[in-house]
């Protein structure tokens, strides 16, 4: 263990690795992993919750490599060092006139590790973050720069790769003109409401979150963020009242819930990148079913109520399109996502969730790659039938195992 490297951002993992390289170029990145004397693995910015980064090795972060974003000629990819923050990036982009399709609850995450383990944000009609990498570079097991492209027949693979076949420098985003949104916050959604119009529920916006306690008489809360150029029915939502000023969330560390219009990045995530994000001193997991299944699936979840109040922080609810990742949370299916920001009460948390992932099991259930589960070999390959195809992947790129660590090779990755 080495203090030196410490902890993930929530102090939910201590690291074991041995040591830890900050690269500063390409060419160090190559370096760390040429004059490697035992396993490798690529750190992010650390906003995971679980052992996913570790190594008993060494650590190599990009996230000082210089991003130098680039468009293309075109204006609709973005080149970029992949340890740029997600609201680094969006502010070059909106000084470009250039905005991202989608973001996650938070700015501050580096857009690697986000791609790294399928980070996705709330919306019909959006995918994970990872669906606009249009290409991506990559330092191999021998230390070679390597790129892969979205044509590439493999690159369902790369993309939400957990790490496990190098260390990505660079990645190309799909991006578009920037656009306007306004967000509102609404106060008590019925729950037989959500169950019975839980896709009116859903497409009342852009982006639309729950937040709640599961025990709670009515769905707490319902944000509901918007593009102006956007045309939505939000009338399920009409006997729905608006939160008074008092009532919205911290109006310091979230971004404006008053129904104003701005652009794009002090929307669409729900933190600004110049402030102290979430609450900090708590634990997340997240499980994803099919949104066919939603209704029931958050049914099943309410039945627990009583057990999982006492140690949760809030719920989030959001949706996210299907996509064509191998190991992505939506791989092949319309998505609804079920989040909890626990507590630090460990110990509970950490015996609650079997039963959670029992209630949830019957709607082929999935866990967030960066977050608290209890998942095991034989769950993760029921939940991912792309498995043995990205395994096979990473055994082609790394016979050797070089990026792999214990979190891969308990959940049957490699
Ligand atoms: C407050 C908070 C809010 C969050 N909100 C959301 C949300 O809205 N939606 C959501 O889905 N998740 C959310 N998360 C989870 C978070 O997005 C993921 O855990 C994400 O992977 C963290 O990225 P990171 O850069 O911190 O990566 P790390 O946690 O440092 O690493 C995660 C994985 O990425 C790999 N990785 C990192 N950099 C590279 C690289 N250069 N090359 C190859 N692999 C790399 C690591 O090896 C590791 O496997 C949130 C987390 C926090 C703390």
Do not use: C, K, L
């Given at each position: 263990m080495s203090d030196a490297i410490g902890e993930t951002w929530a102090g939910t993992h201590r690291f074991h690795a041995r040591d830890l390289v900050r690269a500063r170029s390409v060419a160090e990145v190559q370096e760390a992993v040429r004059s490697r004397t035992g396993p490798v693995r690529a750190l992010g910015t650390r906003h995971s919750f679980n052992d996913v980064a570790d190594t008993a090795g060494t650590l190599v972060s990009v996230?000082?490599?210089?991003?130098?974003p680039r468009l293309s000629a075109t204006g609709d990819v973005v080149a970029v060092g992949a340890g740029i923050r997600y609201g680094e990036l969006a502010i070059w982009l909106e000084q470009h006139g250039r905005a991202l399709h989608n973001m996650g609850s938070l700015p501050h995450i580096s857009v690697a590790g986000a791609v790294a383990t399928g980070t996705h944000g709330s919306g019909d009609r959006l995918r994970l973050l990872?669906?606009?990498?249009r290409a991506l570079e990559f330092v191999d097991a021998a230390g070679e720069l390597q790129r892969v492209e979205r044509d590439d027949p493999r690159f369902g693979g790369f993309v939400v790769g957990l790490g496990a076949y190098g260390i990505v420098t660079r990645v190309e985003l799909a991006v578009e003109p920037s656009y306007r949104m306004r967000q509102r916050l609404h106060v008590g959604l019925d729950w037989d409401v959500l169950a019975d119009r839980f896709d009116d529920v859903t497409a009342a916006g852009t982006s639309v979150s729950l937040f709640t306690h599961?025990?709670?008489?009515?769905?707490?809360h319902v944000l509901v963020k918007q593009r102006v150029d956007g045309s939505f029915d939000a009338s399920v939502l009409d006997a729905v009242r608006e939160a008074e000023a008092g009532e919205r969330f911290d109006q310091v560390s979230w971004t404006p819930q008053d129904g104003s219009v701005g652009p794009w990045l002090e929307r669409l995530p729900h933190f600004r990148l110049e402030e102290t994000p979430s609450f900090g001193d708590e634990i997340q997991s997240e499980y994803f079913v099919p949104r066919a299944h939603a209704p029931a699936a958050i049914a099943a979840v309410r039945e627990l109520a009583a057990d999982i109040d006492p140690h949760l922080i809030i719920t989030e609810i959001r949706t996210i399109a299907a996509d064509d990742t191998w190991l992505g949370p939506a791989s092949g299916r319309d998505t609804v996502a079920i989040h909890f920001t626990w507590m630090r009460h460990d110990d509970a948390v950490r015996a609650l969730l079997p039963g959670i992932e029992a209630a949830l099991h019957p709607f082929d259930v999935r866990p967030h790659w960066g977050k608290w589960n209890a998942f095991d070999d034989a769950g993760i390959a029921a939940a991912y039938p792309r498995l043995a195809d990205a395994r096979a992947l990473y055994r082609d790129l790394d016979p050797e195992g070089v990026f792999s660590n214990a979190y891969l090779e308990r959940l049957g990755v490699r």
């Open positions: 996230v000082d490599v210089p991003p130098e990872a669906d606009a990498v599961w025990g709670a008489p009515t769905v707490e």
